[in-house]
């Protein structure tokens, strides 16, 4: 058996449902579902919202009063129902570190998709003076590269390059070797906006560091401060790269140490997501393509049409489509790299949210945000044995004390209580557990559709138990029926 790569509940269940049962899954409006009353998986909730895409540090206190406001507009009685922020299920031990696993991934896709940025951004910067070049030295700058390509594996390009070109073509090693150094570098400058963070001790008071270390060195030694005094932003050293003249051989210099940034990169450990991959390949096909292409124009190469169109088919889903060219048509590599950089550089904002620990404090700010706007808070575990927050809530649901439980984690489904989903959207689906079984399990008896359901539930994987190889979904159902 392996652990389950399930992030919340059944693995893979809800879009199995919506293929053989799509009628369990009902889209509904906020008005449909007035003066409800709605227990809210609020810990999942504050996830939503602080990896939303905004550059708010404190979007997750914007989107639960959002919520509460939309909710109370139409007379819904909100409930909300957090995990215990210290105490953790043993159960759960498994999940929470397959959790921490994927943090580590997420953190490292994050770093390579920030390399990559930098890589094509230099890359955008050599494109614009390969525009400036004449169509003759544009065509000598190709061959150039290609001569590289089919080159022995040495550790620099051959010397074909005038003693004036010698010191620029030298620094091409320089830059590559230094590229991961520098980028770190980058990373403040690129991603300026504090992020709210968990601290774990007080601050320490500036008075007792004057206690400690004495008077501040501006009042002791006034000649000792530097010019460049830090001021409340930390100063960040970096290495300024030498930019390459806008000749031939500088040029293909450069453009073969993007390439061979390139190919270190596509060597690394880090498992790439399926954008990343195809990004990769893009990028690749883009040196190709200056390598290999012929001049056709002012900064426009001859390629692979249908291979190029089909990589920026697969990127379309993830930025706005490139222009398909034809079989005819030549690609405007400069226009090609910045739209690459476009696409990089949504990526790399979505790995960094992703690369982000929720602090505790987050959710200690929103259950108060909830006390402080009269709605009613709860904590699984306070004063009563530790349990999942969406237990709690269908709990509640089965006493009588709310209708429905909003949350995205499919264990819900277990409990037989509606399940509304899309909360923190808005984007609203009402999920009827028991028209579920039904529609899983028509030939079961009634009285043992809910056991069933479970037995699915355990074949398919959940945050408790492992998947077992070769059994997901469709399998599970078909050994339960």
């Known amino acids: 058996m392996r652990a389950t790569g399930v992030a919340r509940g059944i693995k893979g269940v809800l879009p199995y449902i919506r293929h053989v049962a799509p009628h369990c899954l009902v889209p509904v409006q906020v008005q449909d579902l007035a003066h409800a009353r709605i227990a809210i998986d609020a810990t999942l909730l504050v996830q939503r919202f602080f990896y939303r895409d905004s550059p708010d540090p404190y979007r997750y206190l914007g989107g639960f009063r959002d919520v509460i406001e939309q909710l109370r507009a ?7 129902v957090f995990d215990h922020l210290h105490e953790r299920l043993p159960q759960k031990a498994r999940e929470n570190a397959r959790r921490r696993a994927a943090h580590r991934l997420a953190s490292a896709r994050y770093e390579h998709e920030q390399r990559r940025a930098k890589r094509l951004q230099t890359l955008c910067e050599h ?17 150039l590269l290609r001569h590289y390509t089919y080159s022995d594996h040495a550790a620099s390009p051959p010397p074909l390059v ?5 010191n620029m073509a030298a620094t091409w090693a320089q830059q590559h070797l230094a590229w991961t150094d520098i980028q770190d570098a980058h990373v403040f400058q690129l991603f300026p906006h504090p992020m709210p963070s968990d601290d774990a001790y007080d601050p320490f008071p500036h008075d007792l560091y004057v206690a400690v270390d004495g008077p501040p060195a501006a009042a002791a030694l006034p000649w000792a401060v ?61 040196y190709k393509i200056l390598g290999e292409g012929h001049i ?38 400069y226009a090609a790299a910045m739209h ?24 200690i700010e929103c259950m108060q945000l909830c006390r402080d706007m009269h709605a009613p808070v709860l904590v699984a575990g306070d004063d009563t044995p530790i349990h999942e927050g969406e237990a709690l809530a269908s709990a509640l649901v089965r006493e009588g004390y709310a209708d429905m439980v909003a949350s995205e984690d499919t264990d819900v489904l277990l409990y037989e209580v509606p399940m509304l989903r899309g909360l923190s959207n808005m984007s609203l689906e009402l999920v009827d557990p028991v028209a579920i079984q039904a529609a899983l399990f028509p030939h079961i008896p009634l009285d043992q559709r809910a056991s069933s359901l479970i037995q699915f539930a355990l074949l398919c994987g959940t ?17 339960v029926n």
């Not at 051989?249 to 690394?268: D, I, M, P, Y």
């Not at 690459?340 to 929720?358: C, K, N």
């Open 74 to 80: 139409v007379h819904i009685k909100p409930i909300f």
């Open 127 to 143: 494109m614009s003076m390969f525009q400036q070049l004449s169509t003759e030295d544009q065509a000598h700058t190709c061959a």
């Open 162 to 166: 005038a003693s004036d070109d010698m």
């Open 226 to 286: 530097s010019d460049h005094a830090c001021g409340d932003t930390p100063m960040v050293w970096e290495l300024e790269l030498p930019t390459p003249s806008a000749t031939p051989q500088a040029l293909a210099h450069a453009l073969h140490a993007q390439r061979a940034a390139l190919r270190a990169a596509q060597s690394s450990d880090v498992q790439e997501t399926p954008a990343q991959g195809r990004t990769t390949d893009a990028e690749a096909c883009l």
């Open 296 to 333: 056709q124009g002012q900064g426009q190469l001859t390629c692979d049409a249908p291979r190029w169109n089909a990589l920026c088919q697969d990127l379309s889903k993830y930025a706005s489509p490139f222009p398909p060219i034809s079989e005819d048509e030549a690609l405007d590599v």
């Open 340 to 363: 690459l950089l476009a696409i990089s550089t949504q990526l790399v904002g979505m790995y960094r949210r992703s690369s982000f620990l929720i602090p505790q404090q987050a959710y």
């Open 463 to 479: 945050d408790y138990n492992r998947t077992i190889p070769g059994i997901a979904v469709k399998n599970g159902h078909r050994l």
